[in-house]
C-alpha cells in the first residue's frame, strides 16, 4: 500500500500573534495486531501533550489508532459506522463490491479508493496525471474568476471616481 504524505507549514498560513491557525490534524493508524491485550475497543484517541507537565499542545492534532483484531462484529443493519468501516477493512479482499447495507458516502470513497489503488502502475500514472490535470483546470478557472473580481472592483472605483469628478464639474 502507498502512502501520501500532505504537510503544509503553519507559519504559512498567516498565524495570529503566538498561536498557528491552522485546520484539524489527523493522523489515523490501521493496526492488524493490538497495542491494548487486553481490552476489545477498537478506536483509541490520542493527543498531543508536554510530558512533565501534561499541558496540551493544541487540540488541532490528534491521533486515531484503530485495532482491527479487535473489530469482530458482521456486517449488520444495526452496527455503527465504525462497525462497518472495520468489517469493511478486514474483509476488503474478499468483497467483489460494495455491500448494500454500505451506501453512505464514506464507503462510496473508501472502494473507489481501493480500486484507485488496484490499478495497474501504468493505469495509476494515467489516473494521477488526470486528476492533476483537473486540479490545475480548477485552479486556473478560481484564479480568472478572483482576477476578474478585482479587475471588476477596479473599474466600478476608476468609474465611480469618474462620476464624482463629473458631479464637482456640473457643480463649479
Known sequence: MTMKTMTMNPAESQPRPGRYDFPPVYFIVLLDFSLHENSDR????YDLRERETQELMTDRIQYIFLELPNCRRPLTPE???LEN??????SMENLPE???GLQAELFRLLFETAEIA???PQD??????EM???QDLKNQ???AREEGLEKGHEEAIAEMISAVAERRELAK
Not at 495509476?124 to 496525471?129: A, C
Request: glycine share 0%; proline share 3%.
Open 79 to 81: 452496527a455503527t459506522v
Open 141 to 143: 478557472i478560481a484564479y
Open 124 to 129: 495509476r500514472i494515467k489516473y494521477e496525471s
Open 85 to 90: 468501516f472495520c468489517y469493511v477493512l478486514r
Open 42 to 45: 477498537v478506536l483509541f484517541r
Open 98 to 100: 460494495r455491500p448494500e
Open 132 to 134: 492533476r490535470t483537473e
Open 118 to 120: 488496484n490499478f495497474a
